[in-house]
């Protein structure tokens, strides 16, 4: 699985950083840094709550 950010859609809450810091980062103004890299089995469930709880609907998860 891997966490994307659409960058048109996304507008810095930060909330995706706040539910899944081990993944996300944010940059000088806000926006969320992602390695693109498929995401560990045990911080599945942590990007599902991340990607619910993005009030822009940004953040999404897709398979492998």
């Not at 930060?14 to 390695?35: H, K, S």
Request: charged content about 20%.
């Amino acid at each position: 699985m891997r966490v994307r950010v659409n960058p048109i859609a996304c507008v810095a809450h930060g909330v995706c950083a706040e539910l899944l810091p081990e993944w996300v980062e944010l940059d000088e103004w806000g926006y969320p840094v992602l390695d693109g890299e498929p995401l560990p089995a045990q911080l599945v469930t942590h990007a599902r709550r991340a990607a619910a709880a993005c009030p822009a609907r940004a953040v999404v998860l897709s398979e492998d």
